[in-house]
């Protein structure tokens, strides 16, 4: 008897593992074809069900790919997806397009906030909820899940922000967008500064501006700033740039205001607008530093023995027609230059220029005055103040030693000199001369 109770048991304990055997082969087989239902997608779904019937995935998927052809069948594999797997969006988002299709708005309206309240920080599902949204005209609610999806880390940012720009061209998107910037979120610093900086229309800019200057928004970042100057100057747009980059000014730098800002160097350099600019020379250092015997600061740069032509020190002016005197004062320490440095101011726009220069500097000096005359023709509309070699000719001319400058400013006068016009023609002559070198 007991070795047929053994018998028996092991009879049983091998049907138990063969059981087990298919049931583990079976789900792994789902397994696989459940890795492939995006390429294959309703195939594949029945394919991974008759391997597991309540695989959640599966049922979705093949729910999905029926809604247009089957709505009731779609609807119980897709309630039964939800079931199997309640903590996944997807199931109720596509319930709440065959409601929207039977026009019972009021239970996909439910149904789509239950997606989103389920999967607040999944980027698909809410960009999924904020396309229903526009599709109902609700664009403030579009925004705040295309917000939320941005800030999700969704891998369609950028299609999302063209989506953006084509709302913005109506009057409805430009009113959702008129709250929505009050308090901008994180992402709104990167819109604006693409924006700007791209293709859209300058009228669009504008306007993105203006909201973001409205009373009671929070104030614009140096970014936004920065990227809109930017852009007017680059549809030479001058006095519309020179405007905004004064209003961006704080009380300190207004201090400083003039027809040339920041001439007596106590202020940091932004390289923003109308500031004064550093272009990176290896062989360069430019800074601020304390003056001996003053408390106040001083341009100092100091030359490594370079072999390149220095032109790296510059600030765009925005100066009326007219007749100008730029004036400060300079200290050499060793600097040898083969053929010296000097400020020069130049029209930019609409065609480049020399206007006026300085005498050159080089050698060893104690503190020094300099002045030089300036006319700006009518003709020219921005301008800018440039330190760089005398020689424009040469490329590779060394420098080395140390420069100063402090208190430098611009100032109307009646008139250039006589003196200062024949400087000015002989420079016209002696430019027309390095051309036809250049030529021959």
Known sequence: MSRGRGLVWRIGFTLICVVLAWRVGSLGV?????AGLDENGADAARQVLDWHREQPEA???LGFSLLGRDPETARALLTEAYRLNPSRAQPLLALGGLAVAEEDQARAEGLVAAASALAPVSARVQEDVAAYWASRGRLDLALSHWSRAI????PRTRSIFETFRRLLSTPEGMAAFHDFVRQPP???EQFFVETAQGKSELGLVRQLYAMRRAPGVVPLSA????????RLLREEEFEAAYLAWVNSLFAAQRQELGLLFNGGFELPFTGFGFDWHVVKHDRASISRAPVEGSRGQALRILFRFSRTRFDHFYQPLYLAPGAY???GRYRSDKLYSESGLRWVVNCRSPETGALGESTRILGNEEWTNFSFEVEIPETCRHQEVRLASADILRLDEAIDGTLWF??????RIDAISPLERARSAARVLSDEAGNARETD
């Open 30 to 34: 789902a397994r696989l074809y459940e």
């Open 59 to 61: 049922l979705y998927r």
């Open 151 to 154: 800030e999700a880390g969704s």
């Open 186 to 188: 994180g992402w709104w």
């Open 223 to 230: 970014e936004e700033r920065t990227s809109y100057v930017a």
């Open 325 to 327: 005197r730029m004036s």
């Open 406 to 411: 402090d208190d430098l400013v611009i100032v």
